[in-house]
């Protein structure tokens, strides 16, 4: 039986990529730290395995990946959320970075031939101009925050230890996911989560937004760790490819589309606070590399993806 570690497993995309690994009969192992919250996994605790490791400290890490030899790293642990790598940069940039390189150290020093996913990202891209979409991944990187610069690390890390060192790392550079389990500080589950919250009386019928000009590129996280999946059977070690559904929208379409699923009168009120000093303006992605070497395309509509995660938060009392 072959064996997969998952770094953050109790995240949002870590919980749903253990989900698919256990239906492909991969046995399952997971890192999580002292204060991880379990409640995205609760349901699996019987069929995984969970270590407590932190990823910063280079000897846990090494006896981590020395004991448990997987076949497949998944490495998904991240300070994913952009805004607050504003508030703390090194953090971020410390703990995006010091991870990976404490991983790849390790599967290096026990001379593993683990097949490693990183989880790059669409912000890399940053500023897009016009004539650039869809993005293809030889497009310019010109990122706009500290999350992004601390994803190009990562992304060029796996270039350099492949190069190096022949480490079997794919790099996928995934645009916006979401689905049933996203954090509530991110865009798409913000708005479910206060419209479900309107609908419970909870709160007043307003809800608040920030930036709703900005256009994003959309995947469900079903389609997104299938990708993953296929990015470690198929994609060339060393490569970067594309994760994304090939169209975008703005976060008002975005917005409206959440609006439509619900009948009660909601104001649209603009909160100061959730502007960022500099706000990507368009992601669209151009998946075709990705499609060519493995044949992945997304198959969930944005439509459900939406509904399936507003009915999430009304699933809570
Ligand atoms: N979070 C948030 N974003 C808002 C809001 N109102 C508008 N936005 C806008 O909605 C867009 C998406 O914001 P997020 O959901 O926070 O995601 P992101 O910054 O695009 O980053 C996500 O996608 C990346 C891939 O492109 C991922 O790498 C990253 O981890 C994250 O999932 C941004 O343009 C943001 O300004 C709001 O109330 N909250």
Redesign the pocket.
């Given at each position: 039986m072959a064996k997969a570690l998952i770094t953050g497993i109790s995240g949002f995309v870590g919980s749903h990529m253990a989900e698919f690994l256990l239906k492909k009969n991969i046995e399952v192992v997971g890192t999580i730290r002292h204060r991880s919250r379990m409640n995205h996994i609760e349901h699996l605790l019987q069929d995984i395995r969970l270590i407590e490791c932190e990823l910063r400290d280079p000897f846990s890490v090494e006896s981590l990946i020395g004991e448990e030899k997987p076949d497949y790293i998944f490495h998904l642990a991240?300070q994913?959320?952009?805004?607050t790598s504003w508030n703390s940069p090194i953090d971020t940039i410390h703990n995006n970075v010091a991870g990976q390189v404490n991983i790849f150290e390790a599967v290096r020093r026990f001379q593993l031939d683990t097949r490693i996913q990183i989880a790059c990202?669409?912000?890399e891209y940053g500023q897009v101009e016009p004539d650039e979409v869809p993005i293809r991944e030889d497009n310019p990187l010109r990122p706009l925050s500290p999350?992004a610069i601390s994803?190009m690390a990562q992304d060029y890390l796996g270039y350099q230890y492949y190069k190096s060192f022949g480490l079997h790392v794919v790099r996928t550079r995934?645009?916006?996911?979401t689905g049933p389990r996203r954090g509530e500080?991110?865009?798409?589950s913000?708005?479910a989560k206060q419209i479900a919250d309107i609908e419970k009386g909870k709160r007043a019928p307003i809800i608040?937004?920030?930036?709703?000009e900005?256009k994003?590129d959309f995947t469900d996280v079903r389609d997104v760790v299938r990708a993953y999946w296929l990015a470690l059977q198929n994609g060339e070690p060393g490569e970067c490819y594309n994760i994304a559904s090939g169209s975008c929208c703005t976060?008002k379409e975005m917005l409206e589309l959440l609006l439509s699923y619900s009948n009660v009168q909601i104001e649209i009120k603009e909160?100061p606070t959730?502007?960022?000093p500099s706000?990507?303006e368009i992601?669209l992605g151009d998946y075709s590399r990705f499609h060519q070497t493995t044949g992945w395309t997304p198959e969930i509509p944005f439509e459900k993806t939406m509904l399936d995660l507003l009915n999430y938060w009304r699933s809570f009392p």
């Open positions: 991240a994913s959320f952009v805004p990202s669409s912000e999350y994803k995934t645009f916006n996911h500080n991110f865009v798409t913000n708005f608040y937004v920030g930036n709703l900005a994003r976060i909160d959730r502007l960022r706000d990507v992601l």
